[in-house]
């Protein structure tokens, strides 16, 4: 029969999952940040725009927590409210 | 007989599984996409915290690109219905 339990397929598909979602998010950030904090790109980076990439990371993060509460907030409101919202994919 | 039992609650066991992580991957996916847009919006250059000011914005960019997604499925609707009454 199957060598493979459920429990690992799972386990293995989460973990897949979580890092597909960390690899979407480092790659944005690293875009946003780069177009943020270097203005001129130099032969190296200088200590502000060190300093303004790992605040920029925070902030990636922080904003990411917010954009995510917020949702989150909203579909619990929707599906209080029995709202007969359009099907646009977002709920 | 009971091999066979034991199969299918294996695979509704997966199937729900997949259905549920599924969803997470679409929340997930929206996400990143209203962290793309309010970014944009309202993240000049990164300071040391997120302002009160910063935070109304992108919880008000959230909630209103939402408004809008909803208010465009809408009319879009309207307008093909409007269509197909014309095409008759």
Same mark, same amino acid.
């Given at each position: 029969m199957?060598?493979?339990?459920?429990?690992?397929?799972?386990?293995?598909m989460k973990q897949q999952m979580a890092l597909a979602n960390a690899q979407g998010q480092l790659s944005k950030m690293t875009g946003?940040?780069?177009?943020?904090?270097?203005?001129?790109?130099?032969?190296?980076?200088?200590?502000?725009?060190? @300093?303004?990439?790992?605040?920029?990371?925070?902030r990636f993060m922080?904003?990411?927590?917010?954009?995510? @509460?917020?949702?989150?907030? @909203?579909?619990?409101?929707?599906?209080?409210?029995?709202?007969p919202y359009e099907k646009t994919g977002m709920f | 007989m009971s091999e066979f039992e034991d199969l299918s609650a294996n695979d509704k066991e997966l199937q729900e599984f997949l259905m549920i992580e599924k969803q997470?991957?679409?929340?997930?996916?929206?996400?990143?996409?209203?962290?793309?847009?309010?970014?944009?919006?309202?993240i000049g250059k990164p300071s040391n915290?997120?302002?009160?000011?910063?935070e109304t914005c992108l919880s008000n960019c959230v909630d209103r690109f939402i408004d809008t997604s909803l208010l465009i499925t809408q009319r879009f609707a309207q307008a093909l219905q409007k269509q197909s009454s014309v095409d008759m």
């Open positions: 199957a060598d493979v339990s459920n429990e690992e397929i799972m386990s293995q946003k940040c780069f177009k943020a904090c270097i203005a001129q790109p130099g032969t190296s980076l200088n200590a502000s725009e060190q @300093r303004c990439i790992s605040q920029c990371v925070d922080d904003v990411w927590d917010l954009v995510a @509460r917020t949702y989150g907030n @909203r579909l619990q409101r929707e599906e209080e409210l029995e709202k | 997470k991957a679409q929340v997930h996916a929206q996400i990143h996409e209203f962290n793309e847009i309010c970014w944009e919006k309202c915290k997120l302002d009160s000011a910063t």
